[in-house]
Structure formats: structure tokens, C-alpha cells
């Protein structure tokens, strides 16, 4: 919801391809949650803290073999404002689910 560039690159290749695409991180760590505030405090040892700012993360490839972005991809400051304004749309109780039925549509 915060980040569509896939809908234009990803989609129609993978309709000419005649692929499938699985959602990956449907969230967006949390942020479409609904529950992450500019006031939010990641825990000591949670991945976010150190990468709170929506920059890519590199993985150990030993551990888990990929690279990914957190939030996203989008600054965590400009995340926010945009699930603070869908929330004008979606009751906040509910924006999980909201999310996830975007990604299904």
C-alpha cells in the first residue's frame, strides 16, 4: 500500500511470463500494521532499531541467503504520515486485515 512500483515493473511481466507472484513481507515490518507511531520504541535486539529507517538490509546469506528492504522501502517517517492518512479511510483495529486484502486484490 505504501510502496506500488511493482504494480507497474513486477505485474506485467509476470502476466506475459505467465508466473505467479508471492508477497513477500505483506506488512511491511509492521508497518502496516497499523500500530507503528513516530513514537514507537523498537525492543533491544529487534532488527528494526538498527535499520529503522527503511534502508536496505543486508542479511547474512549464510543465514538466510537474501537481501531486503525494511518498511517497504520507504522511509520510516514518510510510512508513517501514509498509514496516518489512510487511517482517515480504515478504522485503525482493522488495518492489518486492510492490508492484506489489498495485496490479495
Known sequence: MVR????NIFFPEAKKRNIGIIARVPLASGLLSGKITKDSVFAEGDYRLQYGRGEAVNYDPHEYGMRGELFGGVDLD???????????????KQFAEYAIKWILM
Not at 4 to 7: A, E
Open 78 to 92: 514518510k510510512g508513517i504520515a501514509a498509514v496516518e492518512e489512510l487511517k482517515q479511510y480504515i478504522p485503525s
Open 4 to 7: 506500488q512500483r511493482p504494480q
